[in-house]
T-cell receptor, first 114, second 115 residues
C-alpha cells in the first residue's frame, strides 16, 4: 500500500511566521504535489516536482515555495504566513511511466493563520 | 478558465437509490479521467478511472461513463449507501507514456446519502 504522510494534521500559526509543511512518501514515486483545498474552490495545485531538486509552479504558487532534496520528501514553505493562507493543505505523489496517473494523497494538514 | 467542471456543488439521495455525479471538461487533449472521494479531515482517495478508449468502466457499485463527443463523464453509484456520503472530485489529464502530467480537478460535488 502506498503511504503518504504529512508532518502535522493541525497547525496554528501567526501572521508573518515562516511555516514548513512536510510530506513523505514511501513508494519511490517520482512525482510529488502540493494542493490546497478550500470550500467551493476544490483542489488547487500550488507546486509540483517530478524529480529531486526539480520544481514547477502550479496554479497558485504566490506566497509559497517548495523544496525537494530527497526523492521521498517534498516540503511546502510559507515564507511569511498570511490569514488568506488558512486552508487544508494536501500532499500527493504519483508514479511516472505508467499510463495511469493516479495520485495518492496524504491525510492533509489543516492550517490556521491568526 | 475552468477546464473540469462539476456544476452541482451538492447532491442528496436516499439509501438504496442511484447516485449520479456529473462532470464536464473543455480540453480535448484530456484522455484519462479519474474520480476521487474525500471524507472530511482526510485526503482524497482514488475511486475509479477511465481511459478515452473506453466508454464505461465498472468496479462493484461504481460505474463511470464517458461520452467523449459531449466531453462529459458521470459516476454512478448503485445502490447508494450512507458511507458513500463524501465529496467527489472529478479529475482529468492527457494520457502520457513516460511523462508526467498534472491532474486537473473539478471543484467537487458533496454527496449526502440519507438512511
Amino acid at each position: 500500500d502506498v503511504k503518504v504522510t504529512q508532518s502535522s494534521r493541525y497547525l496554528v500559526k501567526r501572521t508573518g511566521e515562516k511555516v514548513f509543511l512536510e510530506c513523505v512518501q514511501d513508494m519511490d514515486h517520482e512525482n510529488m504535489f502540493w494542493y490546497r483545498q478550500d470550500p467551493g474552490l476544490g483542489l488547487r495545485l500550488i507546486y509540483f516536482s517530478y524529480d529531486v531538486k526539480m520544481k514547477e509552479k502550479g496554479d497558485i504558487p504566490e506566497g509559497y515555495s517548495v523544496s525537494r532534496e530527497k526523492k521521498e520528501r517534498f516540503s511546502l514553505i510559507l515564507e511569511s504566513a498570511s490569514t488568506n493562507q488558512t486552508s487544508m493543505y494536501l500532499c500527493a505523489s504519483s508514479f511516472v511511466g505508467a499510463i495511469q496517473e493516479t495520485q495518492y494523497f496524504g491525510p492533509g494538514t489543516r492550517l490556521l493563520v491568526l | 478558465d475552468q477546464q473540469v467542471k462539476q456544476n452541482s456543488p451538492s447532491l442528496s439521495v436516499q439509501e438504496g437509490r442511484i447516485s449520479i455525479l456529473n462532470c464536464d471538461y473543455t480540453n480535448s487533449m484530456f484522455d484519462y479521467f479519474l474520480w476521487y472521494k474525500k471524507y472530511p479531515a482526510e485526503g482524497p482517495t482514488f475511486l475509479i478511472s477511465i481511459s478515452s478508449i473506453k466508454d464505461k468502466n465498472e468496479d462493484g457499485r461504481f460505474t463511470v461513463f464517458l461520452n467523449k463527443s459531449a466531453k462529459h463523464l458521470s459516476l454512478h453509484i448503485v445502490p447508494s449507501q450512507p458511507g458513500d456520503s463524501a465529496v467527489y472530485f472529478c479529475a482529468a489529464t492527457p494520457e502520457t507514456q513516460g511523462g508526467s502530467e498534472k491532474l486537473v480537478f473539478g471543484k467537487g460535488t458533496k454527496l449526502t446519502v440519507n438512511p
